[in-house]
Nanobody, 121 residues
Framework: QVRLDESGGGLVQTGGSLRLSCEAS????????MGWFRQPPGKGREFVAA????????YHVDSVKGRFTISRDNEKDSVYLQMDNLKPEDAGIYYC??????????????WGNGTPVIVSA
């Protein structure tokens, strides 16, 4: 069983930054690739970024490359998403996911409850 708790969402102006955190309650955090997905208002859940078990590989979708950075700290059982230069289209509920493929095509079975990101124009 894996429990994921996201935090760090909020309201930010266009061009601003947020850092999302996800802390896992799990026996062996390094057993899992970790990922971030988001669900914009009125749309389905979409892949944002993923990082390998020991952080040596990461993948970001094109729409966030150069603006978002995924990272992890296995000592703290945590994964992060640094989001810079935020745009209104980045708004949505952001979810942490344990066990996705690095390209996000396969989703892990464990999800957090999500943290909202609101970007004002």
């Amino acid at each position: 069983q894996v429990r994921l708790d996201e935090s760090g969402g909020g309201l930010v102006q266009t061009g601003g930054s947020l850092r999302l955190s996800c802390e896992a309650s799990v026996d062996s955090f390094s057993d899992y690739n970790m990922g971030w997905f988001r669900q914009p208002p009125g749309k389905g859940r979409e892949f944002v970024a993923a990082i390998s078990r020991f952080g040596d590989q990461s993948y970001h979708v094109d729409s966030v490359k150069g603006r978002f950075t995924i990272s992890r700290d296995n000592e703290k059982d945590s994964v992060y998403l640094q989001m810079d230069n935020l745009k209104p289209e980045d708004a949505g509920i952001y979810y942490c996911n344990a066990g996705p493929s690095l390209n996000g095509i396969t989703r892990g079975i464990y999800w957090g409850n999500g943290t909202p990101v609101i970007v004002s124009a």
